[in-house]
């Protein structure tokens, strides 16, 4: 993780290959969040005290690693923290509530369905917002990746997609916040350094859910056994301070679209994970739809690496 803005004494190759390796790497971090949300929900911890319990312990985990190896990022300026903590904040305590909601209402197929809205809605905004105006071929590789997430979270044998109302509505805000917080990560990681933007986006959050979720009329329970403690941590450690850390790295050196992009790769560690785990095994169109997201990440990155050789010869 980085104090302050990326690229120097890095290769634009270089910086180009990490960031994919840190997106791949959050993402198969990410696709455990179902299997741990289920088991935990299952031992009495309902899904809107995890919006809160998950981001705890992960900020706990950043707070302390910033004071040991990162102390600059526990200051990162009047400016830097009212975008980090106000927008950053605001929008990743709602996605906590969204995501688990979603999860909780319709399940993991319709909750990832959604969820992977977000390419498009990155694809689409990162122009106006960021100056990062995706070519054809980027716009074609994201549907191909959007409409593989698709296929293989509709595919999986014995389980079925739920298109209830109050589901749907969970999933597509968490696609949208989701979209919200990678276009910040874009903005803010290379201002403020990757530390300073997820360790202030996460307990900013924390914060905003301790409020709020009481005065909603939601009591938090905590987990009873030392078991769902334990399956507790390692959720927030993986899937909140190691998963986002790696991701808003990756955005100070890559662009919004080619990350998110890349994320898709989320549902493929989720199916393999739910096969292994679970014996839950993949129909036609599931496997239809993984190789469309390996073909659309694989040539994401192919023609990302042809354009900073083509760069580096200039």
């Not at 400016?79 to 969204?98: E, I, K, S, W």
């Not at 990757?194 to 905003?208: D, E, K, P, R």
């Not at 096969?275 to 239809?288: I, M, N, Q, Y």
């Amino acid at each position: 993780m980085t104090g302050g803005s990326r690229g120097a004494g890095e290769t634009g190759s270089r910086a180009l290959t990490i960031g994919y390796l840190e997106v791949a790497g959050a993402a198969v971090l990410w696709g455990s969040s179902g299997i741990f949300a289920d088991a935990l929900v299952a031992r009495g911890v309902p899904p809107v005290s995890l919006s809160l319990l998950r981001p705890v312990v992960g900020g706990t985990v950043l707070l302390l690693g910033a004071a040991l190896f990162c102390r600059e990022a526990l200051l990162p300026g009047w400016r830097g923290f009212l975008v980090l903590a106000g927008v950053g904040g605001g929008v990743t305590a709602m996605f906590q509530v969204a995501y688990l909601m979603s999860l909780a209402t319709a399940g993991v197929p319709t909750t990832v369905a959604l969820l992977y809205l977000a390419p498009a809605l990155v694809l689409a905004s990162s122009g106006p917002l960021l100056g990062e105006w995706p070519g054809r071929g980027q716009v074609a590789l994201g549907a191909l990746s959007v409409g593989g997430v698709w296929l293989t979270v509709t595919g999986v044998r014995g389980v079925t997609a739920e298109w209830t109302t109050t589901g749907v509505g969970w999933g597509v805000l968490a696609g949208a916040t989701y979209a919200s917080y990678t276009l910040l990560g874009r903005y803010a990681t290379p201002r403020y350094g990757s530390t300073a933007t997820v360790l202030h986006s996460t307990v900013s959050a924390c914060v905003l859910l301790s409020l709020a979720l009481p005065l909603s009329g939601h009591s938090i329970v905590l987990p009873s056994t030392g078991q769902a403690w334990m399956l507790l941590v390692v959720f927030g450690l993986l899937t909140v301070a190691l998963a986002t850390s790696l991701y808003y790295d990756a955005l100070g050196r890559i662009e919004a679209g080619r990350a998110t992009i890349t994320s898709t790769l989320e549902p493929i560690a989720a199916v393999v994970l739910a096969t292994f785990l679970l014996d839950e095994g993949l129909k036609p169109r599931g496997w239809a739809g993984l190789a469309m997201v390996v073909a659309g990440v694989g040539g994401g990155y192919a023609m990302a690496a042809r354009g900073s050789r083509q760069d580096q010869i200039r």
